[in-house]
C-alpha cells in the first residue's frame, strides 16, 4: 500500500499513534512519503512497527539558494538527522528501510553548481536507497512560474509547461553524472567524473558507462529470468538529442 501524502509525518504523534493501532488490524507492509523536516524516532518507530517499509523524502536540493528559492527551510543538518533516525531504526529492527530521495534538477538560477552539490550530496547516503530525479517544471500561476516568466525563461509555454514532462531530464553532463549515481555506478567513478578536468569534455565516456550499465543489466536479468519491463519502479527518462539514437534515458531499479 502507498499512501500519496507528502508529508505524511507532519500528522501529530497522537494521530500517528491512533493511525498505527488501528491499520495493525491490516497488516500490509506500506510506504509513505515525508519532508525531512517532519520525521521523529517515536513517529518512525510506530509505523514501522506495522508495517512502515518505504519512505520516499523529498530533498529537492541541498544547494542553499535554491532552497530558499524552493522555501525549503530546514537545514541541511536537519535533513542529515532524519536520515540518521531513519538509519537508527532500520539497525534496531534489523529489517532495513527503504529511502527514496527525491531531487529536481534543471533549475535556471542553480546550474551546473547546483547539480554538482545534489550529486556529491546523493553519495553520502546509506544504502538500500533509490533516488529520484525530477526536471524542474513551471507550474502556472505559481511564484516560480512567475518568475520565470519576468525573466523571460519560459520562451515557449506550451512546450516548456504544459508539455513539460517532470521524469524527463534535460540533455547534460551533469544529468548524466546523475543518471549514473542512481544506477548504481560506484561513487569513485562519479568523483572522477565531477574532476574539473575530466567533466569539461567526456559526455562520450558518460555514455560509454551508461551503456555498460545496462548490458550488464539486461544480462543480469536474464540469469535471474526476469524482464526489465517487468519491474514495479518507475522510469526516469533523460530527453536526449536527435542525434543519440541509444537507450541511455532509461533508469534502471537498482
Not at 549514473?180 to 569534455?201: D, F, T
Not at 551503456?211 to 519502479?233: H, Q, R
Request: some cysteine; charged content about 30%; proline content about 4%.
Amino acid at each position: 500500500i502507498n499512501f500519496c501524502d507528502d508529508t505524511f509525518f507532519a500528522r501529530s504523534y497522537e494521530q500517528i499513534k491512533e493511525f498505527a493501532l488501528r491499520y495493525k488490524e491490516i497488516n500490509i507492509p506500506f510506504k509513505i512519503l515525508s519532508t525531512p523536516s517532519s520525521i521523529s524516532y517515536d513517529k518512525l518507530k510506530m509505523l514501522t512497527n506495522v508495517g512502515l517499509h518505504n519512505i520516499g523524502i523529498g530533498i529537492q536540493t541541498v544547494y542553499k539558494p535554491i532552497r530558499k528559492l524552493y522555501k525549503r527551510y530546514e537545514s541541511i543538518e536537519r535533513i542529515k538527522e532524519s536520515i540518521e533516525v531513519i538509519n537508527k531504526v532500520s539497525k534496531e529492527n534489523k529489517k532495513p528501510i527503504t529511502v527514496r530521495y527525491d531531487f529536481i534538477s534543471d533549475n535556471p538560477w542553480g546550474g551546473e553548481i547546483e547539480t554538482e552539490e545534489n550529486i556529491r550530496f546523493a553519495m553520502t547516503l546509506k544504502k538500500p536507497r533509490q533516488i529520484i530525479v525530477f526536471t524542474l517544471v513551471f507550474y502556472h500561476s505559481t511564484e516560480l512560474y512567475e518568475k520565470a516568466k519576468n525573466e523571460k525563461i519560459i520562451k515557449d509555454e506550451i512546450k516548456e509547461v504544459y508539455r513539460n514532462e517532470q521524469m524527463c531530464l534535460k540533455r547534460s553532463y551533469m544529468n548524466d553524472v546523475f543518471l549514473l549515481l542512481l544506477h548504481g555506478c560506484p561513487n569513485i567513478i562519479i568523483k572522477i567524473l565531477l574532476n574539473k578536468y575530466i567533466k569539461i569534455r567526456s559526455v562520450k565516456l558518460v555514455e560509454t558507462i551508461m551503456k555498460s550499465i545496462y548490458v550488464v543489466y539486461n544480462i543480469k536479468n536474464k540469469i535471474l529470468n526476469k524482464s526489465a519491463e517487468n519491474t514495479s519502479k518507475r522510469p526516469l527518462k533523460l530527453c536526449r538529442s536527435p542525434k543519440f539514437n541509444g537507450k541511455l534515458g532509461e533508469v534502471l531499479p537498482i
